[in-house]
């Protein structure tokens, strides 16, 4: 099989806080229509992508996984999600702030709605000046506050505030409080769940003009009260290098803004890549068949475990890209170590 980097079809969602940004960025006509999110990669059943470019254009991407889940997500991952999809990527235009609410985590979501967990994580790509979003508690609050200030609308005055730049970027494990405000365009990488538990909507209407549903119990028993002393993510960005942002259980996202041909090789990790082009557009060259994609500035790619080896060419001058993948060198040395002892016993 000659596996290729994959493209899609957009998958935008009209949402009541979306804004305007997120078609032109994308490079189509821009609309009246207030797009919030647009789904570059998914799984979900209830929005899965369609794929655009080469032999599968025009089929959906979880019946291709389906059919060839261990060249598209690798070994390691195919065996841990049982050929699943576990990861889901958005691009965010925040024109109002979205609710406060809060994810649960694997266990709640499995058992509440059969459901993976939803942990996250944001990448500012433009904010307006005073631009801020919410994230965990500033301080310590016992369920019984909470309850009382979601009742009193006052529960906003004991979330950590932070005001963001371009190129900020936050964790958001489950259990953590947030809200995206408006101003804010960003990247978001989360696991694939769309499990969210609203605590806090501001009272306002939806898009059909009835009052958006609250799930204040659920987020009570999902909240996690601990407070950090940080919760913006510091990192050192260095051109033509990249930077690792985050490394979690869930996924591992790597930053880079290069301005020359640059050459990844993400072999060793037996995962799929999804490669954001946060801006400039690029080529995408993979080494093992010469297949060539031209990535253009606010779409995405899955490039498949089978050819995880491959150059990005900035078309521009320069590009930035955001990379998810699933880290599983931890697992692949701790199956090498077993199997060393076994064979040492035998």
Same mark, same amino acid.
């Given at each position: 099989?000659?596996?290729?980097?994959?493209?899609? @079809?957009?998958?935008?969602?009209?949402?009541?806080?979306?804004?305007?940004?997120?078609?032109?960025?994308?490079?189509?006509?821009?609309?009246?229509?207030?797009?919030?999110?647009?789904?570059?990669? $998914?799984?979900?059943?209830?929005?899965?992508?369609?794929?655009?470019?080469?032999?599968?254009?025009?089929?959906?991407?979880?019946? =291709?996984?389906?059919?060839?889940?261990?060249?598209i997500?690798? &070994?390691?991952?195919?065996?841990?999600?049982?050929?699943?999809?576990p990861?889901?990527?958005?691009?965010?235009?925040? &024109?109002?702030?979205? $609710?406060?609410?809060?994810?649960?985590?694997?266990?709640?979501?499995?058992?509440?709605?059969?459901?993976?967990?939803?942990?996250?994580?944001?990448?500012?790509?433009?904010?307006?000046?005073?631009?801020?979003?919410?994230?965990?508690?500033?301080?310590?609050?016992?369920?019984?506050e909470?309850?009382?200030?979601?009742?009193?609308? $006052?529960?906003? @005055?004991?979330?950590?505030?932070h005001?963001?730049?371009?190129?900020d970027?936050?964790?958001?494990?489950?259990?953590?409080?947030?809200?995206?405000?408006?101003?804010?365009?960003?990247?978001?990488?989360?696991?694939?769940?769309?499990?969210?538990?609203?605590i806090?909507?501001?009272?306002?209407?939806?898009?059909?003009?009835?009052?958006?549903?609250l799930?204040?119990?659920?987020?009570?028993?999902?909240? *996690?009260?601990?407070? @950090? @002393?940080?919760?913006? #993510?510091?990192?050192?960005?260095?051109?033509?290098?990249?930077?690792?942002?985050?490394?979690?259980?869930?996924?591992?996202?790597? =930053?880079?803004?290069?301005?020359?041909?640059?050459?990844?090789?993400? &072999?060793?990790y037996?995962?799929?890549?999804?490669?954001?082009?946060?801006?400039?557009?690029?080529? %995408?060259?993979?080494?093992?068949?010469?297949?060539?994609?031209?990535?253009?500035?606010?779409?995405?790619?899955?490039?498949?475990?089978?050819?995880?080896?491959?150059? =990005?060419?900035?078309?521009?001058?320069?590009? &930035?890209?955001? *990379?998810?993948?699933?880290?599983?060198?931890? #697992?692949?040395?701790?199956?090498? %170590? #077993?199997?060393?002892?076994?064979?040492s016993?035998?």
């Amino acid at each position: 099989m000659m596996f290729y980097p994959l493209l899609f @079809e957009p998958n935008l969602h009209p949402v009541v806080w979306g804004g305007s940004q997120l078609r032109p960025y994308k490079g189509l006509e821009p609309s009246e229509e207030p797009i919030g999110e647009s789904w570059e990669v $998914s799984a979900v059943p209830s929005s899965k992508s369609v794929i655009s470019n080469g032999v599968w254009q025009g089929r959906d991407l979880v019946s =291709v996984i389906g059919e060839h889940p261990e060249g598209i997500l690798g &070994r390691a991952v195919n065996g841990k999600y049982h050929g699943q999809l576990p990861l889901l990527v958005k691009f965010i235009d925040a &024109r109002r702030d979205l $609710s406060i609410q809060v994810h649960p985590n694997d266990e709640m979501a499995l058992r509440e709605h059969g459901k993976m967990g939803k942990s996250e994580m944001w990448y500012i790509i433009k904010a307006e000046p005073g631009a801020h979003l919410y994230a965990g508690f500033k301080q310590t609050i016992s369920p019984y506050e909470y309850q009382k200030r979601v009742e009193d609308g $006052s529960i906003t @005055e004991v979330l950590a505030d932070h005001q963001v730049k371009a190129g900020d970027v936050f964790y958001l494990p489950a259990g953590r409080v947030h809200a995206i405000c408006g101003g804010i365009l960003l990247a978001e990488v989360q696991q694939s769940s769309d499990v969210t538990y609203r605590i806090f909507d501001y009272n306002r209407p939806g898009m059909d003009g009835k009052p958006r549903e609250l799930h204040t119990e659920l987020a009570a028993r999902a909240l *996690d009260y601990h407070v @950090e @002393e940080n919760y913006r #993510t510091e990192y050192v960005d260095v051109r033509n290098r990249a930077v690792q942002i985050i490394d979690t259980p869930f996924f591992d996202v790597r =930053v880079m803004e290069i301005s020359k041909d640059f050459h990844r090789d993400l &072999r060793k990790y037996d995962s799929f890549v999804i490669s954001m082009c946060i801006e400039g557009d690029c080529r %995408i060259r993979v080494r093992s068949t010469g297949e060539e994609i031209t990535l253009r500035q606010g779409t995405s790619t899955l490039i498949p475990a089978a050819i995880a080896d491959y150059d =990005v060419i900035p078309l521009e001058g320069k590009s &930035r890209l955001l *990379d998810a993948f699933i880290d599983n060198r931890e #697992t692949s040395l701790t199956n090498l %170590i #077993t199997k060393f002892l076994h064979l040492s016993q035998v």
